[in-house]
Nanobody, 117 residues
Framework: QAQLAESGGGLVQPGGSLRLSCAAS????????RNWYRQAPGKERELVAA?????????SNSVKGRFTISRGVASGKNTVSLQMNNLKPEDTAVYYC?????????WGQGTQVTVSS
């Protein structure tokens, strides 16, 4: 079964930018959606951004206008990225990528994003 691996997290000052990337270990077929979730301490995991099979994107109200999700293929492997601009302390969380197919859901291990001065 394919594995997802995120990269790009870290510590950034408020107003800064980060780009998260997620790549699958092998090709995934019949993808229905690629998503980014996040989970802050003491809070439930929430959907931040999604991109569907036709490239239609959706964002949570808290990140709309600041985050951009994109998808692609690199070396034959499916990818999903999240460009995060104008970061705020409330964006601090562990970010997870997620790929959904007709009959499976794949998750990454998570990458920490900390926004602090």
């Amino acid at each position: 079964q394919a594995q997802l691996a995120e990269s790009g997290g870290g510590l950034v000052q408020p107003g800064g930018s980060l780009r998260l990337s997620c790549a699958a270990s092998e090709s995934i077929f019949n993808i229905r959606a690629r998503n980014w979730y996040r989970q802050a301490p003491g809070k439930e995991r929430e959907l931040v951004a999604a991109i569907g099979i036709f490239g239609i994107t959706n964002y949570s109200n808290s990140v709309k206008g600041r985050f951009t999700i994109s998808r692609g293929v690199a070396s034959g492997k499916n990818t999903v990225s999240l460009q995060m601009n104008n970061l705020k302390p409330e964006d601090t969380a562990v970010y997870y990528c997620n790929i959904v197919t007709e009959d499976a859901a794949y998750w990454g291990q998570g990458t920490q994003v900390t926004v602090s001065s």
